[in-house]
């Protein structure tokens, strides 16, 4: 019911086209280019993760510990 | 001990040692992520540190058991935009300082390609850069960031895509004007890392 719909109110004779759904109407590069993209997209993401991570894993500098101590200070300290 | 109906129940000084103990696990988190915003080690640091005063003050409005991590990284990028709209100007005249900051933080044993990752990540426009941060290293759902930047979801997804496209499109035009060569050094050398890192986990 919802393929009918949407290619009968979207007038046009792209209507085919459409219900074909992975097919771009540009030319595809070929199939082992699209491989190699979606090997460098995930190498990119392995990347992008230990960019990230790294500073993730730097020592935390005390002045971060020392802005929670003193609110905890000012807070009522019952501790 | 489970559920946030036991967190809920928690008050005063109990409430904050949850609280903080919480905040404290996400203070690396924060650090990286003010540092792709900045692109600038030390203004990153203020930044989280600011953003660190301000999630500490505005705990009373937090629920705990919530998703913190999404709730201080909401209050970081307000904070980094209001400063940013106070203070463009600084933010670009120390461009190159920030660049000098990135490559000096670097391990030297740390690969070129790490080095061009964040270039191309520099020059992607902010509202991509944070998108493919937040959903590509920092571990939030589409649904997360989406919240996280005010918009909509289908926005992260579309600023996701084209971010990854146009960093893939930055790491292998640069190799190409470098030697002339159409074999893509950049694109290469995070391949290759990338390999040895899978490989290492």
Redesign the interface.
């Known amino acids: 019911m919802r393929d009918k719909s949407t290619s009968d109110g979207e007038n046009s004779p792209k209507g085919v086209d459409h219900m074909i759904d992975q097919q771009p109407t540009r030319p595809l590069p070929p199939v082992e280019n699209s491989d190699e993209a979606r090997l460098r997209q995930r190498a990119i993401g392995v990347k992008l993760r230990q960019m990230f991570d790294e500073v993730v894993n730097e020592p935390v500098p005390d002045e971060f510990l020392e802005i929670l101590r003193r609110a905890d200070n000012s807070s009522g300290g019952e501790r | 001990m489970s559920a946030s109906e036991d967190l809920s129940t928690l008050t ?2 109990a409430r ?2 949850v609280f ?1 103990k919480d ?2 696990t996400l ?3 924060l ?2 992520f003010a ?2 915003l900045t692109g600038n080690a030390t203004q990153a ?1 203020d930044l ?2 600011d953003a ?2 301000k999630a ?1 003050d505005a705990r009373a409005s937090f629920q705990l058991g919530t998703n913190m991590k999404a709730w201080t990284f909401m209050i970081l990028r307000n904070q980094f935009y209001s400063d940013k709209r106070r203070s463009w100007r600084s933010t670009q005249l120390d461009q190159e300082a920030a660049e000098r900051t990135l490559v000096a ?1 670097d ?1 030297p044993e ?1 690969p070129v ?2 080095d061009e ?2 270039q191309a ?1 520099a020059v992607l426009p902010a509202e991509q850069r944070e998108a ?2 937040l959903v ?3 571990g939030f759902a589409y649904e997360e960031a989406a919240e996280i930047c005010g918009c909509a979801v289908g926005t992260v997804k579309s600023r996701v895509s084209r971010a ?1 496209k146009a ?2 499109g930055i ?1 292998e035009a640069g190799a190409y004007g470098r030697d002339g060569r159409p074999a893509d050094e950049a ?1 290469g050398n ?2 290759s ?3 040895r ?2 490989a290492a986990r």
């Open positions: 005063g000084a904050d040692n903080q905040l404290v203070i690396p988190h650090r990286a540092r792709t640091d989280a540190q660190l005063i500490w933080v391990d740390s390609a790490l990752l964040r990540m493919l941060i590509g290293a920092g990854r960093v893939q790491l694109m995070i391949l890392e990338a390999e890192l899978s």
